[in-house]
């Protein structure tokens, strides 16, 4: 009764989200659109023994084969739309009925994540009482999932399906919330084999399933208890594994593209930071070098001609070595984030807490890679700040986190969308969730003082200043020709604070020990 | 949740929503020699800023009357000119005089949806919120609401930010006005509606019920005592924003009735661009323009409007409460031009906006029990239609709605009929406005409203 009213409520509410999508069907579409498109292309037209070889366009497949299973469904409803964006040889073809096609593909597969949504919020408890609809916190999750402002810009606005793929995400999450653990893995495996960014979470799924499900019982003081081990769910879990694998990459293995297939899947030939870098500690490690680069010059310890010409501020995607600091590759990045989720994968198996513990797990290994991970897109702070906001609504600590975490790496994908025409539109919808989750939030947790602390709330504030000054000040002052690259760059800096910030205390909330009094 | 966070939430989804649609074509985009209302306004910046302000109503060399004269009130023309100071700081080609005509360009594009936005956010949306605060009856919820559906009002949003035109602004001051008589300060809210009307003339529409209020309220106060001061109160207001508005035509009589006679165009007729109104339907069943001559279809247009209104208006001077103030009001004709829309390639926003528009309105009113205290009206409705079974207008003239809409754009009208489809929706339009005029006329002379609104108008 009133939980089919709060449906009601968030359902019409998720459909004006779909309706502003159409609204904004025109603005112009980023290089993510003809990615797809040549996708969509290529598994059309032809042969599965040429999809992972075909290079007529810079925009090879680079996502793994049950994403080109899925590309092939689309293109065969593609055919009726307009058939002749589905000739490899028309790059950047872009017909009023193929751009129509591609967004409501988005729309579309975009259900998947609403039905995770709402699985999401069947598993937070709400509270029996005389909470009204609007402060339920399901009712909150709902809106924190539905109308999350990173996923709106990156896949409506700027052209990915990361709806559908989250929507995997959040399902199999919800799954194991609700002791659904093989149905959980399935859609975790099914998820790997569509984008495999998500193999930095497997490790939390890994452990957890191991030590949580395998064995069933826990000695009394929560060790592991060695006799409980179940061979039985072992041979699920690895039957379900292996049967979705097989299903994606079967085909390849049996014509012998296996090691063709892997060489597009990661192409380590790319640099440690984007085009753009995302907010994470390289940025950090890339600016400090390129201070004290400036510095030496200027202080005459550093010949400048013996500097590597054109810099990472070159906005390139190529390899670069740094001046003055230690290069970093792809081995190094590899062997820090391992370091980082060591302790947050051990945490689980030593003293594992339950389906919430591991989504903490999750968001450490989401993070930890996000931090110290190579090449990584700002895009992929999103893994994180979803299954955060399942936390968020329910306990007090980790709806401060999310504050600061969501603020700031959905203030890092500002960048993304930087035409005139697209500032009103990504300001207001980043401000109608900045005051949607500030306000639902505290109302959820009334009473018992601030959820942020004072240095959290100044840092949000010098937010504000930050995007005026690289929104509006910036592009009217002198430097535009001179230094394109500089908001850009303070964007990255300052975000990467916020998150590294985040990622600590998360942390620090998953290592506290048991015993220390925590809020409800 | 605190009022003011659901209200700027609301407000903010009203900017994405408005500078979304904006986003898309607009009138005459590409279309020389005439292009659209775009221009049209385009070229009043020229024009105001350029010439000298006694010429710019006037037909000289300068001035060709033929390409988008100027046909609103000064206001308009005042606005124009200070939209052309940013204009020409920004990029001056875009008000140079003669050089600058069918001006289109991305850049131009983004600066004409902005002073759109602009003027929205300085006027009409202030209004639209406060009034929905402070002058509605219901649950702070209910209210928020009432914002949200205000300002989601697919008509308003898909003219001046799809075609392109300055409606929020006359809207605005409108809605300001209704505002401060609500809140009891009848000079101020005289001065708004003189804005309003300064504006645009179309405003004229609403004139009758403001005057027939205020002339009412002070009949009630007593027209020897405060009646008489409140009434040159609102007189000498009236007055004064007039001639501070006309002053710079005032000097030279010639100027004043040149503006006059552009301002009302009686010579056009009265079947411009096919607009939903009486007219348009009648001609369908009885061919006026081939028995009437245009002078005498103008004055039966008029007598007959007149009549129209004048029911509500001896009801509102009899009993000048806010209540009845307000049912008059909604005697604003709504124009729904959907091939209008269509010339300008506004289907998709369009389809969108009414979409969100109903969703809005079913589940939100529905859901707050707004619906009882209508269906009781309704009922009063109903019975007047006996010989209608007991259906669901609402429902009907949805599906009619949505039915024309898919029909004028899916297929091809016959050729010997070329104009069936816009007159068709010209015709249900006036066919819903006819429904809820009648509807309103009934509940304003049906049972007194509830007591709280009562309290408040006194």
């Given at each position: 009764c009133g939980f089919i009213f709060l449906w009601c409520v968030a359902r019409c509410l998720s459909d004006l989200l779909l309706i502003c999508h159409w609204v904004c069907v025109s603005v112009s579409h980023s290089t993510d659109f003809e990615v797809h498109r040549n996708w969509l292309a290529i598994t059309h037209s032809l042969p599965v023994s040429r999809w992972y070889h075909e290079n007529t366009s810079e925009w090879t497949l680079d996502y793994p084969p049950l994403f080109a299973w899925f590309e092939l469904g689309l293109s065969h409803a593609a055919r009726h739309f307009d058939p002749d964006m589905l000739l490899v040889e028309n790059l950047n073809y872009a017909s009023p009925s193929t751009v129509l096609f591609q967004r409501l593909s988005v729309i579309f597969t975009d259900l998947l994540f609403i039905y995770a949504a709402r699985e999401c919020c069947r598993c937070v408890q709400d509270q029996k009482g005389s909470r009204d609809v609007l402060n339920r916190p399901s009712f909150v999750l709902a809106v924190l999932l539905l109308w999350n402002f990173g996923l709106l810009i990156v896949d409506h606005i700027h052209f990915q399906y990361n709806g559908f793929l989250f929507g995997f995400l959040l399902l199999s999450v919800a799954k194991h919330l609700q002791r659904q653990h093989l149905q959980g893995a399935l859609l975790f495996s099914v998820l790997l084999n569509l984008k495999h960014i998500y193999l930095y979470v497997a490790p939390a799924y890994g452990v957890y399933l191991l030590r949580s499900y395998c064995f069933t019982q826990d000695n009394k003081d929560g060790s592991v208890s060695w006799s409980s081990f179940s061979p039985l769910r072992l041979l699920a879990l690895g039957g379900i594994v292996a049967s979705v694998c097989a299903l994606s990459f079967g085909p390849f293995i049996a014509m012998g593209q296996l090691p063709q297939v892997l060489s597009r899947l990661f192409p380590f030939k790319r640099g440690l930071c984007h085009a753009y870098?995302?907010?994470?500690?390289?940025?950090?490690?890339?600016?400090?070098?390129?201070?004290?680069?400036?510095?030496?010059?200027?202080?005459?310890?550093?010949?400048?001609?013996?500097?590597?010409?054109?810099?990472?501020?070159?906005?390139?995607?190529?390899?670069?070595?740094?001046?003055?600091?230690?290069?970093?590759?792809?081995?190094?990045?590899?062997?820090?984030?391992?370091?980082?989720?060591?302790?947050?994968?051990?945490?689980?198996?030593?003293?594992?807490?339950?389906?919430?513990?591991?989504?903490?797990?999750?968001?450490?290994?989401?993070?930890?890679?996000?931090?110290?991970?190579?090449?990584?897109?700002?895009?992929?702070?999103?893994?994180?700040?979803?299954?955060?906001?399942?936390?968020?609504?329910?306990?007090?600590?980790?709806?401060?986190?999310?504050?600061?975490?969501?603020?700031?790496?959905?203030?890092?994908?500002?960048?993304?969308?930087?035409?005139?025409?697209?500032?009103?539109?990504?300001?207001?919808?980043?401000?109608?969730?900045?005051?949607?989750?500030?306000?639902?939030?505290?109302?959820?947790?009334?009473?018992?003082?601030?959820?942020?602390?004072?240095?959290?709330?100044?840092?949000?504030?010098?937010?504000?200043?930050?995007?005026?000054?690289?929104?509006?000040?910036?592009?009217?002052?002198?430097?535009?020709?001179?230094?394109?690259?500089?908001?850009?760059?303070?964007?990255?800096?300052?975000?990467?604070?916020?998150?590294?910030?985040?990622?600590?205390?998360?942390?620090?909330s998953l290592l506290r020990p048991p015993g220390k009094p925590k809020q409800p | 949740m605190q009022t003011w966070s659901l209200v700027s939430m609301c407000v903010l989804l009203g900017i994405v929503v408005r500078w979304g649609v904006s986003l898309n074509s607009y009138s005459g985009a590409g279309k020389p020699p005439m292009f659209g209302d775009y221009e049209a306004q385009r070229h009043w910046q020229e024009v105001t800023y350029n010439l000298p302000l006694q010429e710019w109503y006037s037909n000289t060399t300068e001035n060709d009357l033929n390409y988008w004269g100027l046909d609103y009130p000064p206001l308009t023309a005042y606005h124009s000119l200070v939209c052309a100071y940013v204009a020409k700081t920004i990029n001056p080609e875009w008000v140079d005089l003669h050089k600058s005509r069918g001006y289109e360009s991305p850049a131009h594009k983004l600066f004409m949806r902005a002073t759109?936005?602009?003027?929205?956010?300085?006027?009409?949306?202030?209004?639209?919120?406060?009034?929905?605060?402070?002058?509605?009856?219901?649950?702070?919820?209910?209210?928020?609401?009432?914002?949200?559906?205000?300002?989601?009002?697919?008509?308003?949003?898909?003219?001046?930010?799809?075609?392109?035109?300055?409606?929020?602004?006359?809207?605005?001051?409108?809605?300001?006005?209704?505002?401060?008589?609500?809140?009891?300060?009848?000079?101020?809210?005289?001065?708004?509606?003189?804005?309003?009307?300064?504006?645009?003339?179309?405003?004229?529409?609403?004139?009758?019920?403001?005057?027939?209020?205020?002339?009412?309220?002070?009949?009630?106060?007593?027209?020897?005592?405060?009646?008489?001061?409140?009434?040159?109160?609102?007189?000498?207001?009236?007055?004064?924003?007039?001639?501070?508005?006309?002053?710079?035509?005032?000097?030279?009589?010639?100027?004043?009735?040149?503006?006059?006679?552009?301002?009302?165009?009686?010579?056009?007729?009265?079947?411009?661009?096919?607009?939903?109104?009486?007219?348009?339907?009648?001609?369908?069943?009885?061919?006026?323009?081939?028995?009437?001559?245009?002078?005498?279809?103008?004055?039966?247009?008029?007598?007959?409007?007149?009549?129209?209104?004048?029911?509500?208006?001896?009801?509102?001077?009899?009993?000048?409460?806010?209540?009845?103030?307000?049912?008059?009001?909604?005697?604003?004709?709504?124009?729904?031009?959907?091939?209008?829309?269509?010339?300008?390639?506004?289907?998709?926003?369009?389809?969108?906006?009414?979409?969100?528009?109903?969703?809005?309105?079913?589940?939100?009113?529905?859901?707050?029990?707004?619906?009882?205290?209508?269906?009781?009206?309704?009922?009063?409705?109903?019975?007047?239609?006996?010989?209608?079974?007991?259906?669901?207008?609402?429902?009907?003239?949805?599906?009619?709605?949505?039915?024309?809409?898919?029909?004028?754009?899916?297929?091809?009208?016959?050729?010997?009929?070329?104009?069936?489809?816009?007159?068709?929706?010209?015709?249900?339009?006036?066919?819903?406005?006819?429904?809820?005029?009648?509807?309103?006329?009934?509940?304003?002379?049906?049972?007194?409203?509830?007591?709280?609104?009562?309290?408040?108008?006194?």
């Open positions: 870098w995302a907010p994470n500690i390289w940025a950090l490690y890339n600016t400090l070098d390129k201070i004290l680069a400036t510095l030496g010059v200027r202080l005459k310890l550093l010949q400048e001609a013996g500097l590597p010409r054109a810099s990472m501020t070159g906005g390139l995607v190529q390899e670069f070595q740094h001046s003055v600091l230690p290069s970093v590759t792809p081995s190094i990045t590899l062997v820090c984030t391992l370091l980082s989720i060591l302790p947050a994968v051990a945490s689980i198996w030593f003293r594992p807490r339950g389906a919430r513990g591991f989504l903490r797990c999750l968001l450490l290994c989401a993070l930890g890679s996000f931090v110290f991970g190579w090449h990584v897109h700002e895009k992929a702070i999103l893994i994180a700040i979803l299954p955060l906001s399942i936390l968020a609504v329910e306990n007090r600590e980790d709806a401060g986190i999310f504050l600061v975490l969501t603020t700031t790496g959905h203030y890092s994908l500002f960048p993304l969308l930087f035409t005139p025409a697209e500032l009103p539109i990504k300001v207001s919808l980043m401000l109608l969730f900045t005051i949607y989750s500030f306000t639902a939030l505290r109302k959820l947790y009334s009473g018992r003082g601030s959820l942020l602390r004072p240095l959290e709330s100044v840092y949000l504030l010098g937010l504000v200043g930050v995007a005026f000054a690289c929104e509006v000040a910036f592009p009217l002052s002198p430097w535009q020709q001179k230094l394109p690259f500089l908001p850009l760059l303070a964007t990255s800096v300052y975000c990467s604070l916020g998150v590294c910030y985040s990622f600590l205390r998360l942390y620090a | 759109v936005l602009v003027a929205d956010l300085l006027i009409y949306i202030p209004a639209v919120v406060l009034y929905c605060l402070y002058l509605t009856d219901g649950s702070t919820k209910k209210k928020v609401c009432t914002v949200f559906c205000f300002l989601l009002y697919p008509g308003l949003i898909l003219i001046d930010y799809g075609h392109f035109q300055y409606n929020g602004v006359s809207l605005g001051f409108a809605l300001w006005g209704v505002l401060a008589l609500g809140l009891g300060w009848d000079a101020l809210g005289s001065l708004a509606f003189c804005l309003a009307l300064n504006y645009k003339q179309m405003e004229l529409y609403h004139a009758l019920p403001f005057f027939c209020y205020l002339l009412g309220k002070s009949v009630k106060l007593g027209l020897m005592g405060r009646g008489l001061f409140l009434l040159v109160r609102i007189a000498s207001t009236v007055l004064v924003t007039f001639a501070l508005c006309w002053l710079p035509f005032l000097s030279d009589p010639g100027d004043a009735m040149q503006v006059v006679r552009r301002i009302f165009p009686v010579a056009r007729g009265l079947f411009e661009d096919k607009v939903a109104n009486a007219w348009c339907s009648l001609n369908i069943l009885i061919k006026i323009r081939s028995i009437l001559s245009s002078d005498s279809q103008i004055y039966i247009s008029f007598a007959c409007t007149l009549l129209a209104v004048l029911p509500s208006c001896v009801r509102l001077l009899m009993k000048p409460t806010f209540w009845q103030f307000k049912l008059a009001l909604v005697r604003g004709i709504q124009l729904i031009i959907l091939p209008l829309f269509l010339k300008d390639g506004l289907l998709v926003p369009y389809a969108v906006t009414s979409l969100a528009f109903l969703f809005f309105s079913i589940y939100l009113l529905s859901a707050l029990e707004h619906c009882s205290e209508e269906e009781l009206r309704l009922g009063a409705f109903h019975k007047l239609l006996f010989c209608l079974p007991k259906l669901d207008l609402f429902y009907i003239s949805v599906s009619a709605m949505a039915g024309l809409s898919v029909v004028t754009v899916a297929l091809v009208p016959p050729t010997h009929l070329p104009d069936l489809f816009p007159v068709l929706v010209s015709s249900t339009a006036f066919l819903h406005f006819l429904g809820t005029f009648i509807y309103f006329n009934i509940v304003q002379f049906s049972e007194p409203p509830s007591r709280k609104s009562q309290k408040k108008n006194d």
